[in-house]
């Protein structure tokens, strides 16, 4: 679901002329009647956004999650969720608050040991993907973006599985909520069969995100940061990164790209 709108602007020769641009709003994430997190984001696909937040913030999982209603609010938009009782108190016991905008993933963290929490690996999985697919998964990014076509300034999260393609795509303006909202998608299927695909870069908290959805193989369109890395080696979780055009690089975990793998070792390997 495209969320834009036309925004006067002027050209350089001083011709009137419109642009489209993304809509960004507040979001408030409210569990059993008390807010959980508030984000700047693109208003669209809210429900998904609630199941992913939830789930790879490691508050809820799918199961525990009784309704989601997103409800217009003075300001914003009120994402209303109702968790199981067990979820509830779990929750209750690990209060944060989270308030900020699209670019910080760690905003309302309130220690460092929560900020760089040690991430689960992810299951064992028998994904292989050749050079050609980590290509066919990038490339297949780029064409379901509407949101970014329209406006360029959007961020997306794909999921892709050999022999079906690209199965889901979720924009926003933060990349932390686009890979929320793919999350969400995902609900109940998790990401063991395929390839999460980002536009952005690999940080810490979106390898964290992507071990939480199970997902063995990332791959980003820009560069990873060393924190990212050493959390997706713990996680057993292969990084593919710079991935644009012909070209890309593994970090973490070669193995289950081939046939040309960079050999034993986490090693950078440029196909």
């Known amino acids: 679901m495209m969320t834009s709108r036309a925004a006067p602007t002027v050209l350089p020769n001083g011709a009137p002329a419109r642009r489209e641009v993304p809509e960004e709003v507040a979001v408030a994430l409210t569990c059993n009647g008390t807010t959980q997190a508030v984000m700047m984001a693109t208003p669209a696909d809210l429900t998904d956004f609630a199941y992913g937040f939830l789930l790879t913030e490691g508050i809820a999982d799918p199961g525990e999650v009784v309704s989601v209603e997103p409800v217009a609010a003075p300001g914003g938009i009120d994402v209303q969720i109702w968790l199981t009782a067990g979820a509830a108190a779990r929750l209750a016991a690990r209060r944060r608050s989270r308030a900020g905008p699209v670019g910080c993933g760690l905003c309302g963290i309130d220690s460092l040991e929560e900020a760089t929490r040690p991430v689960a690996p992810v299951p064992v999985s028998a994904l292989r993907l050749t050079a050609e697919q980590v ?137």
Request: hydrophobic residues 50%.
């Open 135 to 271: 290509r066919q998964a990038m490339a297949a990014l780029g064409p379901a973006q509407a949101l970014h076509i329209a406006t360029r300034a959007a961020h997306a999260a794909g999921f892709w599985v050999p022999g079906q393609g690209m199965v889901a795509v979720r924009e926003d303006v933060g990349r932390h909520n686009a890979l929320d909202k793919l999350a969400g998608a995902l609900a109940g299927t998790g990401g063991s069969a395929g390839a999460v695909v980002l536009t952005s870069r690999v940080s810490l908290d979106m390898v964290q995100k992507c071990a939480r959805l199970g997902a063995p193989v990332l791959i980003a369109a820009a560069a990873p940061t060393s924190a990212a890395l050493d959390a997706a080696r713990a996680a057993g979780i292969t990084v593919v990164a710079c991935a644009r055009g012909e070209r890309f690089e593994i970090f973490t975990h070669p193995g289950r790209i081939g046939p040309e793998t960079a050999g034993a070792g986490d090693v950078p390997y440029v196909a």
